[in-house]
C-alpha cells in the first residue's frame, strides 16, 4: 500500500542555516504530496504541496519540489528563524482533497539562536 | 470564522471504558475525518464521514466507531479502551467537490487510558 518515509529527528540546527528534510513515498500513479507542520500545543498545519510532478511548493520561505522518478518531496529552507521549530509531516493524498491522508513518522526540528 | 474545534482538550479514562470525542468542522465544510497520533508518530486515518455515513476506514477495529450529525459535526466513540488508544486524536474537516480543497485540523484532544 502506499506509504511514506521520512528522515529521522531530531534535527537541530543554527539559526540561518539551510535546512533539508528528505522524504520518500511509496505509490503507484501520482499522489497529491504534502507537508505539514505542527506547532507545539496546536494541530496540523498545511506548509505546502503539489499535485503532480515537477510541482513546486512553496510557502514561508519553504519549497518542496515533487520528483516522479525518485519518488521523493524533500522540505528545504534557505535560512531557519527559531521560530521554524516544530514537527514536521511529509504526507501523500489520492483522488480528491477530501482523500485520507497518509503520513510519514514526523521530523522534529530545533533551531538555536 | 471558527476553524475546526474539538472538545474535550484532554481526557483521562481506565482501561475498559468507553469514550466520546467531539468535532465541529470548520464553516462550510461537509466532510469530517477522524486521525490516531500515537506519541511521537505520524497520524494514522481512522475514518471519514459524508452525507452521516461513513465513507472511507483505515486499518482499526470495530471498537472505534463514528457518527456524524445533520450540522456536519461528528462524533467519535471508542469502547472497550486498551492502554495503546493512548493518544492525540484528531478531527480533519474539508469540502468534498471539485477543486484544490484543503483539509483543515482542529488541536486534538489527548486521550490517556490508564
Known amino acids: 500500500g502506499d506509504s511514506v518515509t521520512q528522515m529521522e529527528g531530531p534535527v537541530t540546527l543554527s539559526e540561518e542555516a539551510f535546512l533539508t528534510i528528505n522524504c520518500t513515498y511509496t505509490a503507484t500513479g501520482y499522489p497529491s504530496l504534502f507537508w505539514y507542520v505542527q506547532y507545539p500545543g496546536e494541530g496540523l498545519q498545511l506548509l505546502l504541496k503539489a499535485t503532480k510532478a515537477d510541482d513546486k511548493g512553496s510557502n514561508k520561505g519553504f519549497e518542496a519540489t515533487y520528483r516522479k522518478e525518485t519518488t521523493s518531496f524533500h522540505l528545504e529552507k534557505g535560512s531557519v528563524q527559531v521560530s521554524d521549530s516544530a514537527v514536521y509531516f511529509c504526507a501523500l493524498s489520492r483522488g480528491s482533497s477530501a482523500s485520507k491522508i497518509i503520513f510519514g513518522s514526523g521530523t522534529r526540528l530545533s533551531i538555536r539562536p | 470564522d471558527a476553524g475546526v474545534t474539538q472538545s474535550p482538550t484532554h481526557l483521562i479514562k481506565t482501561r475498559g471504558q468507553q469514550v466520546t470525542l467531539r468535532c465541529s468542522p470548520k464553516s462550510g465544510h461537509d466532510t469530517v475525518s477522524w486521525y490516531q497520533q500515537a506519541l511521537g508518530q505520524g497520524p494514522q486515518f481512522i475514518f471519514q464521514?459524508?452525507?452521516?455515513?461513513?465513507?472511507q476506514r483505515g486499518n482499526f477495529p470495530d471498537r472505534f466507531s463514528g457518527h456524524q450529525f445533520p450540522n456536519y459535526s461528528s462524533e467519535l466513540n471508542v469502547n472497550a479502551l486498551l492502554l495503546g488508544d493512548s493518544a492525540l486524536y484528531l478531527c480533519a474537516s474539508s469540502y468534498t467537490g471539485t477543486g484544490p480543497y484543503e483539509q483543515y485540523f482542529g488541536p486534538g484532544t489527548r486521550l490517556t487510558v490508564t
Open positions: 464521514y459524508y452525507e452521516e455515513e461513513e465513507r
